[in-house]
């Protein structure tokens, strides 16, 4: 089955720029989708399509793809962006299956 | 704006059939373009994708579950909703229902419990 592929943990201080990957074999060909999910509230969505930001997303949160892997990147990490992050994509199969991530907790502190 | 909210039984007896619904307001689930989905996320745990219903009545599901599980729309009743069969205690989750992957409803906690 198919697996994207994130780190556990990142931690960076308030300000810095913290950046979280997610790879895939079928990145190269699928979007890349992020949410944030803070503790005990439903997920909501951070990125989509690779580098799209919805509307009343902080213009800090941007994201990329390149390759296999896709990257959240939070430029100027806030307290409140500590949360888990999870990237989502479908595999290039055909088959219409979605995966998430393992997720990522960002720490800011 | 279009609001998602989950609804149905919070306890569910081993090898019965979990049954959820999701009532959409502010829209019509009827309008074309959209995906409905429904995704899980284990006690303490990362989320997983379940399946999701096209606007077209086109289903696909999570391969790991598909031999288990039925989405389903009411158009009647601006509803969409999740049939899980043979439920063990490993189906215990909270339970979301999504529009696109973009608007959430707050999540339902579903036990599987005797």
């Known amino acids: 089955s198919y697996e994207l592929t994130q780190p556990p943990s990142v931690s960076v201080s308030p300000g810095q720029t913290a950046r979280i990957t997610c790879s895939g074999d079928a990145l190269p060909k699928k979007y890349a989708y992020w949410y944030q999910q803070k503790s005990g509230q439903a997920p909501v969505l951070v990125i989509y399509?690779?580098?799209k930001r919805p509307s009343g997303i902080p213009e800090r949160f941007s994201g990329s793809s390149s390759g296999t892997m896709a990257t959240l990147t939070i430029s100027g990490a806030q307290v409140e962006d500590e949360a888990d992050y999870y990237c989502?994509?479908?595999?290039?199969?055909?088959?219409?299956?979605?995966?998430f991530g393992g997720g990522t907790k960002l720490t800011v502190l | 704006q279009v609001q998602l909210q989950e609804s149905g039984p919070g306890l569910v007896k081993p090898s019965q059939t979990l049954s959820l619904t999701c009532t959409v307001s502010g829209g019509s689930i009827s309008s074309g373009g959209y995906y409905w989905s429904w995704i899980r996320q284990h006690p303490g745990k990362g989320l997983e994708w379940i399946g999701y219903?096209?606007?077209?009545?086109?289903?696909y599901y999570n391969p790991s579950l598909k031999s288990r599980v039925t989405i389903s729309v009411d158009t009647s009743k601006n509803q969409f909703s999740l049939k899980l069969s043979s439920v063990t205690a490993a189906d215990t989750a909270v339970y979301y229902c999504?529009?696109?992957?973009?608007?959430w409803g707050q999540g339902t906690l579903v036990t599987v419990s005797s």
């Open positions: 999504a529009r696109d992957g973009l608007i």
């Open positions: 399509e690779d580098s």
């Open positions: 219903i096209y606007y077209s009545g086109s289903t």
């Open positions: 989502y994509s479908t595999d290039s199969s055909g088959n219409h299956s979605w995966v």
